[in-house]
């Protein structure tokens, strides 16, 4: 017996009750726990805007700093994962990459204590202070090098940028790099935090809920859009051929990256404050080549695909960001998983104080009665 009619990709079927974020796709709106994205993005900061998401409210200094207090200390990997790292191909990607040592944390910590609220804490910093460290880890260790230590004297996102670039990085950049890191940190159930609460409702351990959601983030049409936005870009190559490659690709029915979102039918509030962000990046220089193909090329597609609620969404202007910030282009979406363990963690909580196992229905298509042939009779 189906309660309602089979909807593709359960388009506007609801799959959890949540009070952790909301999206309203006409306005263009986003709040995490009721407050609006803008307020955070120019009032808040990462790790605040990370307790709020996982905790359900701003934190008093005192939690606030002991939060944070404890994120800076685990900071650390196990050498055992960094000899595996060791092993990972050059050539493999990031995400793969990412996915492979986040579900490698669960080795090393128990799995059944999830009634344990000092589990639950453990595993949420743990989480948000290892998974930073693994991504630059293997941005040096494939090219033969060793992985930087974290510095423990510095913030979040300057630790981050530290220990991928390896040098610290300017406070403008850090500062920007945290805002990001804000603007990603959570958005509903899309698709990889479906997949995380999916997961975590079979009370598996949240290593594996992470792994789980990294490997879906990892696609091109989710988090991956990011890195095939700046492909893309480069493809262009210039403002004169933005309007003749955008045209052969629709001709070609080929999906322009960086735009378009199952919910948002306006611009993505996300990418307005990414392009801002991006213009306060590019006043320091002489302006991007990139940046102006990537205008000249939002213009076109609102021009062309505007009235089908096709705007630039949240992975258009980030990797232009990024580029600037000197992070590589196969790192972007690492990057947006940074970020997102935020959200994946305050639904796996969510999910788990009133949890059901997911196990959803079908319409079944097939045949009925069929007969078994044997092979010398096919
Ligand atoms: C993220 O869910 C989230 O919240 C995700 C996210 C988050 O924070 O977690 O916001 C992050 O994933 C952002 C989206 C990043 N992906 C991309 O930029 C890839 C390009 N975008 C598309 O693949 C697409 O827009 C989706 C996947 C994002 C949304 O797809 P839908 O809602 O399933 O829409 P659809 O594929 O059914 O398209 C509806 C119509 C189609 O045309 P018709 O067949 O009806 O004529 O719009 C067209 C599509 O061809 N269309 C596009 C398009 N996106 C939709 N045409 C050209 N370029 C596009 N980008």
Not at 26 to 39: N, V
Not at 170 to 199: G, K, Q, W, Y
Request: hydrophobic content about 40%.
């Amino acid at each position: 017996m189906t309660l309602c009619e089979y909807k593709p990709g359960l388009e506007n079927i609801p799959a959890a009750q949540s009070s952790i974020s909301y999206v309203e796709g006409k306005q263009g709106i986003l709040e995490y726990r009721g407050i609006a994205i803008e307020e955070l993005a120019s009032k808040s900061n990462f790790i605040e805007t990370v307790y709020l998401l996982i905790w359900g409210e701003l934190p008093r200094k005192e939690e606030l700093d002991a939060f944070e207090h404890e994120i800076r200390f685990h900071r650390r990997i196990k050498y055992r994962i960094r000899d595996m790292m060791k092993c990972f191909p050059e050539t493999g990607h990031p995400m793969d990459a990412l996915q492979t040592s986040a579900a490698a944390l669960g080795l090393f910590y128990s799995r059944r204590a999830l009634d344990n609220p000092q589990y639950i804490r453990e595993a949420v910093v743990r989480l948000l202070a290892k998974i930073p460290t693994m991504v630059a880890a293997f941005k040096l260790m494939r090219k033969g090098h060793d992985p930087v230590q974290p510095r423990d004297d510095l913030g979040y996102s300057a630790n981050f940028l530290y220990m991928l670039n390896e040098q610290e990085p300017d406070p403008l950049a850090a500062h920007i790099f945290d805002v990001c890191l804000t603007l990603h940190a959570e958005h509903t159930i899309n698709a990889s935090t479906f997949s995380a609460m999916v997961t975590a409702s079979t009370l598996t351990d949240p290593y594996a809920v992470i792994a789980s959601a990294v490997g879906t983030l990892a696609g091109p049409l989710h988090g991956g859009a990011n890195e095939e936005v700046l492909t893309m870009l480069e493809e262009i190559g210039s403002v004169e051929n933005v309007r003749p490659y955008l045209e052969e690709r629709l001709q070609r029915k080929d999906k322009i990256m960086g735009f378009g979102h199952r919910v948002y039918k306006v611009k993505d509030p996300r990418a307005k404050i990414l392009q801002q962000l991006a213009e306060k990046l590019f006043e320091q220089s002489s302006g991007d080549k990139y940046y102006e193909i990537a205008v000249e090329l939002e213009q076109a597609v609102e021009e062309k695909l505007g009235q089908k609620g096709i705007y630039a969404n949240v992975d258009f202007y980030s990797g232009l960001v990024y580029r600037k910030l000197g992070i590589p282009t196969d790192l972007f979406t690492p990057v947006f998983a940074i970020a997102r363990v935020a959200g994946w963690l305050a639904h796996w909580k969510e999910q788990l104080a009133v949890n059901r196992i997911f196990r959803p229905t079908q319409e079944y298509m097939g045949t009925h009665n069929a007969s078994y042939i044997p092979i010398e009779k096919r």
